[in-house]
């Protein structure tokens, strides 16, 4: 990648609000408390999934890598943005934007897969239980897992690599809290439509798709959750699902509005909420929701503290 095209520009300035000071300090304090949740709840999920004997199974190696992937991408644009906001200087490097682009979105990518790995997870649990254990086998799973890293950073690298060999002509000015496509695109001085519609085949294949089967797999589960007799084990069905659903849910239909519409027609301060919901508040709210609607989770947590208070 010829990165070396506009690596005269040594540092990005970061505009985020700067037009509104008023924000700064209301920012800073849901950024700041946004990233303590996240880095206790996920943290939490890894250390209870782990110690827990009882959790050894594939939904919770699964839940444990959507935990590690979500602290990953949440510090890769937090902590640069809290310290920006207490700076009058808000910038970044070039070496910064580009580790920075490369990470969000090889995170990213990686989440959308695996999220669609793990509805097709719930799908053998509901609709074919008997064969769960050979389908869903341990190097499956590692397999599976293994395959969503490495597509998302091959995607991550052809996407980053698009971005930044657009000719910017000096343009230093993002305006976003952090480096990403949509906002990097505004900088170029070049025609950037035959970049934004191989940016867009790109997003179409990781985030149309993995959303599709999620669906497609939910549409079987539903079906078979509707011919369980008993009403508890149906109210269990949707409510190990459920909670799966609602980070879907708020994960894709944040993300597909970012990167399946032009930049040019993404409202500037709207496309920046969006970016902060998706990137920042949904790893935060996953292990809330995770958590929360899963009882083996509660009960797991309470047996690992009781484990760690009577050591």
Known sequence: MNWANESSTREFILLGFSNRPWLQMPLFVLL???????????????????????????????LTNLSILDLCYTTSTVPHMLTNICRNKKTISYGGCVAQLIIF????????????VMSFDRYVAVCKPLHYVVIMNHWFCVRVVAFSWFTGFGNSVLQSSLTLNMPRCGRQEVDHFFCEVPALLKLSCADTKPIESELFFFSVLILLIPVTL????????????????????????FGTCGSHMVVVALFFGTAIYMYLQPPSSTSKDWGKMVSLFYGIITPMLNPLIYSLRNKDMKEAFKRVMKKIFFL
């Open 105 to 116: 979105l090889a995170l990213g990518a990686t989440e959308c897969l695996l999220l669609a």
């Open 32 to 62: 700041l408390i946004s990233y303590t949740f996240t880095i206790f709840g996920n943290v939490s999920i890894m250390m209870v999934c782990i110690l827990d004997p009882k959790l050894h199974t594939p939904m919770y190696f699964f």
């Open 214 to 237: 999620i669906l497609i797999s939910y549409g079987f589960i539903a079906q078979a959750v509707l011919r369980i007799r008993s009403a508890e084990g149906r109210q269990k069905a």
